[in-house]
């Protein structure tokens, strides 16, 4: 192995990904609803109809393009008025979301761990959001000073999880064999896709990992397990 990529959420961060979702969510609504009274559920209604464009995408075009066709379509207002809104509730309300958050301590020093040992290191999350977002959730989980290779965003990618494709965009772009790589993720679906592009995958298991999660077969275990594994390499 000479790659090593991370999902986020319920990976590096072990946040609870519903809580997470459903304070964004809340955060947004307020956030836009001081910009437009009467209209914060409707813009974030918009941007629910962006997310599933995005998820759906053919490859054309980044995800930030079709997120945004998908928004100014179900919105009545256009990118360009809105697009520096959403950075600013990225840099305010939403980097607010991991204050009190306490970085997983096992997942912390495996990452370190492994970047002393030479892996190059990859946050391969979903694409789904602005960078902007992602480097303030790679600062909560306490590895914002790791030399990551990539932090996967929608601004570079034409594809998201659970599309094989995504993996496959990560490997072109940064001339990796997938057969050199090893997939960290909590979800078999999701991020156990990388299989099939002939990565290796590592299946995190949480306290709230579901019974079909516990039955899985191949390579899983918690983070003290995986860091007890990558010492020993």
């Known amino acids: 192995m000479k790659t090593i990529l991370f ?25 836009f609803e001081k910009k437009f009274p009467g ?7 918009a941007t629910g109809s962006g997310i599933e464009a995005m998820k759906g995408n053919n490859g054309k075009q980044t995800n930030e393009l079709v997120y945004w066709q998908a928004f100014e379509r179900n919105c009545g207002h ?4 809105m697009e520096p809104l959403f950075f600013e509730f990225y840099r305010t309300d939403y980097a607010h979301i991991g204050d009190g958050y306490v970085p997983d301590e096992d997942m912390r020093k495996l990452v ?6 030479g892996y190059q290191l990859i946050v391969a999350t979903n694409p789904l959001v602005p960078q902007i977002a992602n480097q303030q ?5 306490g590895t914002g000073d790791v030399n990551w290779l990539e932090i996967t965003s929608f601004e ?12 496959q965009e990560i490997c072109e772009r940064f001339h990796l064999e997938p057969k050199e790589c090893l997939m960290v993720g ?6 156990g896709a990388a299989q099939e592009l002939g990565m290796e ?22 983070r003290k397990d995986l860091l007890e594994l990558v010492r020993g390499l």
């Open 186 to 191: 909590n979800s078999i679906r999701d991020d």
């Open 201 to 222: 995958f590592y299946l995190i298991l949480n306290e709230d990992s579901a019974e079909a999660v516990q039955d899985y077969r191949g390579r899983k275990g918690s």
């Open 156 to 167: 570079n990618y034409s594809s998201a999880k659970p599309n094989v494709r995504f993996y």
């Open 137 to 141: 959730r790679v600062l909560w989980s």
């Open 112 to 117: 370190h761990l492994l970047e002393a040992k």
């Open 78 to 81: 256009k990118r360009v008025e």
């Open 39 to 45: 209209k914060g559920n409707a813009i974030v209604t």
């Open 7 to 31: 999902d986020m959420d319920g990976t590096l961060l072990n946040m609870g990904e519903n809580a997470f979702e459903k304070e964004t969510l809340k955060r947004m609504i307020g956030f």
